[in-house]
Nanobody, 115 residues
Framework: QVQLVESGGGMVQAGGSLRLSCVISGIIPSFDTMGWYRRPPGKQREMVATISTGVGTRYGDSVKGRFTISRGSARGPVILQMNSLEPNDTGVYYC?????????WGQGILVTVSS
């Protein structure tokens, strides 16, 4: 069983920074892909950033140059450093990891950016 626990969310003013962390526990393999996704209010879930073995990092267009994803190892943790936050970054952020056809998700953590 794989468990993911996100932390570091909260409320911040526009222009501020937050650092999200995802700790993985249980019987865990080396994950191929690790990433962060978000669901803005009233919208569908979208990719924020991913880091994949042999591929490297990918970012959603709206966060390029402001967010940075990193990981301790292929077993976590997964970190999302968010700088220059904007009100449009508000949403529930989810950590996700996968290997092969299996993927796992955290419960999500709320990030609120006020103007």
């Amino acid at each position: 069983q794989v468990q993911l626990v996100e932390s570091g969310g909260g409320m911040v003013q526009a222009g501020g920074s937050l650092r999200l962390s995802c700790v993985i526990s249980g019987i865990i393999p080396s994950f191929d892909t690790m990433g962060w996704y978000r669901r803005p209010p009233g919208k569908q879930r979208e990719m924020v950033a991913t880091i994949s073995t042999g591929v490297g990092t990918r970012y959603g267009d709206s966060v390029k140059g402001r967010f940075t994803i990193s990981r301790g190892s292929a077993r976590g943790p997964v970190i999302l450093q968010m700088n220059s936050l904007e009100p449009n970054d508000t949403g529930v952020y989810y950590c996700s990891v996968g290997y092969g056809v299996n993927d796992y998700w955290g419960q999500g953590i709320l990030v609120t950016v006020s103007s």
